[in-house]
């Protein structure tokens, strides 16, 4: 039985666990080492059921925990390299992690996990796609600026997604950011609005993807029932009914301890 878990999202951290009650990998791993492990007791998972970390960027709100996290379960940690590269020179990762390139696609244990490119202003961010043993098949795709062909073919060929909500673009034009912080958040390389998520969604569920939630919703220029509301209007727009034809829900801040399966 396939599943996910959202430990955390948002600017104040990001980490997914997917995969089944046996084996499973996480997604980012952007609270610390401690808060991590609270968490995933929590939500009664094993430690020893993950496989490997895989990092999206090095932003420290994808990535904070990592370097203990992983040095202390003896966890491999993949990621571009660009973003290697970049933990390296933040001493976000040291000598004393295993860490290794992921070009493509990798094994860990019965799962395949597949990258997918991102346009974010990072080195060289990412997505990735796991496919479980079962072939279910969930991608978190978050922090892009537009969504690109590539990432809806993902998102498309899944059957859960985690897709991004970000900001209201009124709240943010009129909110308390700098103007260098709004025009970074708004460009190609900064991260999707409610009303750019809103456009896709409804192609995700016609191509099969029933199960959905929207992440990583800004604290500051967001408000969960606006991300919701946004986007089930597109939905319903296209005569599709909640809960019958698709599921949607906000990903909480911190785990409110429900897994989703697909």
Do not use: W
């Amino acid at each position: 039985m396939a599943k996910a878990v959202p430990l955390f999202s948002g600017s104040s951290g990001n980490s997914y666990y997917i995969g089944s009650s046996g084996e499973g990998v996480l997604i980012d791993a952007g609270r610390s080492c401690k808060q991590l492990e609270n968490m995933l007791a929590n939500n009664s998972i094993d430690i020893k059921s993950i496989g490997a970390v895989f990092i999206t960027h090095e932003h420290i709100d994808h990535c904070q925990g990592v370097r203990v996290f992983a040095k202390r379960y003896g966890l491999k940690i993949y990621a571009s390299q660009g973003t290697l590269q970049a933990m390296e020179e933040k001493n976000l990762v040291n000598a004393d992690n295993s860490c290794e390139v992921i070009e493509d696609s990798v094994e860990i244990g019965n799962m395949r996990i597949l990258r997918c490119d991102t346009p974010h202003d990072a080195r060289e961010s990412c997505c990735y796609q796991v496919t479980t043993a079962d072939g279910r098949k969930a991608v978190v795709a978050t922090d892009m600026g537009v969504m690109t062909e590539p990432v809806r073919e993902l998102i498309r060929n899944s059957d859960f997604a985690v897709v991004e909500s970000n900001h209201d673009v009124n709240m943010l034009k009129n909110g308390m950011y700098p103007p260098y912080t709004k025009a970074r958040i708004l460009s190609d390389r900064g991260h999707l609005s409610n009303d750019a998520c809103a456009a896709e969604i409804a192609d995700f569920v016609r191509c099969g993807n029933f199960r959905l939630m929207l992440g990583h919703l800004s604290e500051h220029n967001n408000i969960p029932e606006l991300a919701l509301n946004t986007s089930l209007s597109a939905l319903e727009g296209c005569g599709m009914k909640r809960n019958l034809d698709f599921t949607l829900s906000v990903v909480p801040r911190e785990s409110d301890g429900k897994s989703i399966i697909f």
